[in-house]
């Protein structure tokens, strides 16, 4: 795995927190890339034949895993597949480091059962990393989907 990659996972990780270790964690969670195809360099955006392609995989995936909480990592994401899913209430964010970042109002999508939304990717343009602060976001995401976040045994 790339450098990029490695930083990618951890920051996912570090966003639920860090009192978990990796093996924990990553046995907790389901991961899946919403576009299935390789873009042609960083930064490229998907075609609208990816995006339609992607559609019926992720409803699959949702339907087989029934998550309670479904968390974007970027924007641009959450932004296309919202809509095609209805708003949810909205989270109302408090952590100070994260209200930094982003705004104390933050949108959900209801998909099936499961309430999603969304953080900044951790190679967002215009934002350093250490200012990306989602630790906030994911909390209310968990805590709204009726879960917490605490260490697993």
Known sequence: MGSLEVVFFRYVQCAFGKEI????????????????????YPGARPSEEMWERAKPLFREIVEELKPKCILFIGKCVYSRVSKDFLL????????????????????????DDA???????????????????????????????????????
């Open 21 to 40: 270790t990796s093996e924990e964690f990553w046995h907790s969670v389901a991961h899946h890339e919403y576009i299935q195809n390789w873009l042609e």
């Open 88 to 111: 949810s209430q909205a989270l109302d964010i408090t952590d100070v480091e994260s209200l930094s970042v982003y705004q104390g109002v933050h949108p959900t999508i209801q998909i």
């Open 115 to 153: 309430i999603g939304t969304w953080v900044y990717h951790s190679a967002a343009f215009g934002h350093k990393s250490g200012l990306k602060k989602p630790k906030g976001v994911v909390s209310k995401l968990v805590q709204n989907a009726g879960g917490s976040i605490r260490r697993l045994h």
